[in-house]
């Protein structure tokens, strides 16, 4: 959106909330200094991390409590014609999920009051240990202040910097999630203001409909102002590695293989690496890039297993020996195995240190055409061959950092919202791209919906994660037989359609 357009666009959204105001529906008072029109603000609130989509809203709203959100949704509920509501965290969103066009985006990140409370508990009855925080707050700040009491939660995603609330509204998984689930599966309460305006606690076997609903819920049914996150004793150290492969089989074998064991690797992710420069060797000596690159450059493809393995004091005589019983037997390429010892809060935010260095580069703020599925296992070899080699590799297009790893369907609660492949094991892929080119954009799109058409002419049922820009039946055809169950829900928290119109699920 250039210049000219966003100024237009805010102009009208001022005008179209003044008719409103001017119309006899008088904002309440408690709430009314806390709706911003400043340019600048209505200008960020126009976009995400994605940069692609840009709504403009008509006004932002900046709560100061939780009691304030209430109110913003009792107002609009109140109206003959209620506006729509946009929670926003970090807006890591890829496709406007975070935005709205004719209604007011509610921005978290300046809510005051919500602390980080660790239960009162030490490593001997970590069990019962928990951390009660607000929805708004960042997972590294949840990192912190759990492990100023040698404790942590056991989930994560692969980037921090992200709220509670948000990773929550979608499932949050990372290389842990084989082995504890998605970060909806690390739950215990949940403290939710509704589409109706209402604030009620839930639990799994309090109000436990709007428990299962909210969690992966895409924000259509409330807004996550707490969460009481479970947590473990936090280890302090990590064995970090890297496996390199020429064989997509002998790699999605040994990834399966790994977590098939509940309490062995602590960690497992897949990556790939294509002979599409510039290479990402950051984690390799310098002495050994030439010959990884001469390895991708002979297979055209080369997999990686990122395999990671927690200790502290009490295990770090055995340590060694643990990660060589994992590796045992795993048909990686001789002698291309890289060890990193590094602490447990340097290896979960690892991204952070990217981030910087994209941002020094002006490279963070543009446009991020990613394409995250999950994939049945019984057909990731064809998508091996369909998507990595035929498309990606062919269209010889950098690919950016590509992500492909199995999760154990086990590990989700299916009374929650989020839809999963119907097989035991399932990979999560993510094709993690960048550019500030225009054309470059218009090839990375280009290539999604030809993956998405490829699986689909081919019969393979994915599901696609952090999606959005969908009609209403692609919707129903995304959510499948929970698509009734997902309706009533919207029917009963949210009746009049006011929350997370950016989703598109109910409003377009």
Not at 282 to 293: G, K, L, M, N, V
Not at 338 to 353: G, I, M, P, T, W
Not at 373 to 380: A, D, E, G, Q, V
Request: proline residues 5%; contains cysteine.
């Amino acid at each position: 959106m250039d210049v000219s357009n966003l100024a237009f666009s805010i102009a009208m959204a001022v005008l179209c909330l003044s008719s409103i105001t001017q119309a006899n529906f008088k904002i309440p008072k408690e709430i009314a200094k806390k709706f911003s029109s400043d340019p600048e603000i209505l200008s960020l609130a126009s976009t995400d991390y994605g940069h692609i989509v840009h709504e403009t809203p008509l006004k932002v709203f900046e709560p100061s409590s939780v009691s304030d959100i209430s109110s913003l949704i009792n107002f609009s509920n109140s109206l003959p014609t209620p506006f729509t509501i946009a929670t926003r965290g970090k807006a890591h969103s890829l496709l406007g999920q975070a935005q709205t066009r004719n209604g007011v985006v509610l921005n978290m990140t300046n809510l005051k009051g919500s602390l980080i409370s660790v239960s009162n508990c030490g490593r001997k009855t970590s069990l019962n240990c928990y951390a009660d925080v607000g929805g708004e707050v960042l997972w590294i700040d949840v990192l912190h202040a759990t492990l100023k009491r040698g404790l942590t939660p056991l989930s994560w995603t692969d980037y921090l910097y992200l709220s509670v609330g948000g990773t929550l509204s979608n499932a949050g998984i990372s290389g842990q999630a084989f082995r504890f689930g998605p970060q909806i599966s690390n739950v215990l309460q949940l403290d939710v203001v509704t589409g109706k305006g209402e604030l009620v606690s839930c639990s799994r076997d309090k109000n436990s409909e709007l428990f299962y609903g909210v969690l992966g819920g895409l924000g259509q049914f409330g807004v996550i102002t707490r969460a009481r996150i479970p947590l473990g004793p936090a280890p302090t150290r990590v064995k970090w590695l890297h496996l390199l492969y020429n064989n997509f089989s002998a790699f999605s074998s040994d990834q399966e293989h790994l977590i098939s064991f509940s309490t062995a690797a602590d960690y497992v992710e897949g990556k790939l690496l294509f002979s599409q420069p510039p290479l990402e060797l950051s984690f390799y000596p310098d002495s050994d890039h030439q010959r990884i690159t001469s390895l991708v450059t002979q297979n055209g493809i080369i997999y990686i297993i990122e395999l990671v393995k927690y200790y502290d004091s009490n295990s770090q005589a055995f340590v060694a020996k643990d990660v060589a019983d994992l590796v045992k037997g795993l048909k990686f390429v001789p002698t291309f195995m890289f060890k990193k010892d590094a602490s447990y809060e340097e290896f979960l935010n690892r991204v952070y240190a990217e981030e910087l260095f994209l941002r020094s580069k002006g490279l963070w703020e543009i446009p991020h055409p990613w394409l995250n599925i999950w994939i049945p296992r019984s057909r990731i070899s064809d998508f091996n061959e369909g998507v990595f080699k035929n498309i990606i590799l062919k269209q010889n297009i950098s690919s950016g950092i590509s992500l492909i790893y199995p999760l154990n369907r086990n590990k989700w609660d299916d009374k929650m919202s989020p839809v999963t492949p119907d097989e035991d094991v399932f990979y999560a892929l993510s094709l993690l791209r960048s550019t500030s080119s225009m054309d470059m954009l218009e090839k990375y799109q280009t290539q999604n919906r030809q993956i998405l058409e490829f699986c689909k002419d081919a019969g393979i049922k994915i599901t696609e994660y952090l999606t959005g820009n969908k009609t209403q039946q692609q919707w129903m055809e995304h959510f499948g037989s929970k698509w009734k169950l997902f309706a009533d829900r919207k029917a009963r928290f949210d009746p009049k359609r006011i929350l997370s119109p950016g989703q598109g699920i109910f409003s377009k």
